[in-house]
């Protein structure tokens, strides 16, 4: 079972990157499915979530109105599109799924998947 990200790179502030990431090796459909970051010499922290269904989206209040998660079921692939970037964005990104999780908890709770992570370089 693997979650795999991609999509990372060097962006200007004020760009937009999109994150993928693809899961395989089992379905995901019924698991939560999200975002995480973590920044060089801090904690990694939530970014977004996304409910099984896709219906239901929570977001850190450092990213709403900025980032937006999004997944693709028949794909098995959970996106996070990544708008008016700042250089505190700067962080590797990592995706996650967790089937006990709802979007709104999902940051405080233990993950079940972790993915690789994926550099996202915002440059001033």
């Known amino acids: 079972v693997q979650l795999q990200a991609s999509g990372g790179g060097l962006v200007q502030a004020g760009g937009s990157l999109r994150l993928s990431c693809a899961a395989s090796?089992?379905?995901?459909?019924?698991?939560?499915m999200g975002w995480f970051r973590q920044a060089p010499r801090k904690e990694r922290e939530f970014v977004a979530a996304?409910?099984?269904?896709?219906?239901?989206?929570y977001y850190a209040a450092s990213v709403k109105g900025r980032f937006t998660v999004s997944r693709d079921n028949a794909k098995n692939t959970v996106y996070l599109q990544m708008d008016s970037l700042k250089p505190e964005d700067t962080a590797v990104y990592y995706c996650?799924?967790?089937?006990?999780?709802?979007?709104?908890?999902?940051?405080?709770?233990?993950?079940?998947?972790w993915g690789q992570g994926t550099q996202v370089t915002v440059s001033s």
């Open positions: 996650a799924a967790d089937r006990f999780a709802t979007a709104q908890n999902m940051g405080n709770r233990d993950i079940g998947w």
């Open positions: 090796g089992r379905s995901f459909r019924g698991d939560t």
């Open positions: 996304v409910s099984s269904s896709a219906r239901i989206t």
